[in-house]
């Protein structure tokens, strides 16, 4: 069974940054595209960034787009989230997922969670 264990949350001032780790097991990682979402409180989880299994295509929402940068080691089973200007309303629970069978554009095909981390941006 994969599983997805997230690293790298914690309380940072706005303007900060934060790096988060996603190491998987199990076979398939490096055929997987892999994505984080985040959940804040009261709030639906919602999409963050994805890439796809080789790396060569990454998407982001708008949200994020320009300050967070999504990336992947296939040799060390890792996903990385750097996240830079970090703005209060970025706080949430950060997941890791996996898209196992598609290309990583479709939030919706994500199928294998992580348990998260909390990032906490105080002003």
């Known amino acids: 069974q994969e599983q997805l264990v997230e690293s790298g949350g914690g309380l940072v001032q706005a303007g900060g940054s934060l790096r988060l780790s996603c190491a998987a097991s199990?076979?398939?990682?490096?055929?997987?595209?892999m994505g984080w979402f985040r959940q804040a409180p009261g709030k639906e989880r919602e999409f963050a960034a994805a890439?796809?299994?080789?790396?060569?295509?990454?998407y982001y929402a708008e949200s994020v787009k320009g300050r967070f940068t999504i990336a992947r080691e296939n040799a060390k089973n890792t996903v990385y989230l750097q996240m830079n200007s970090l703005k209060p309303e970025d706080t949430a629970v950060y997941y890791c997922?996996?898209?196992?069978?598609?290309?990583?554009?479709?939030?919706?095909?994500?199928?294998?969670w992580g348990q998260g981390t909390q990032v906490t941006v105080s002003s």
């Open positions: 199990g076979r398939g990682f490096s055929t997987w595209a």
């Open positions: 890439i796809s299994w080789t790396g060569s295509n990454t």
């Open positions: 997922a996996a898209d196992r069978h598609g290309l990583g554009s479709n939030p919706e095909l994500f199928d294998r």
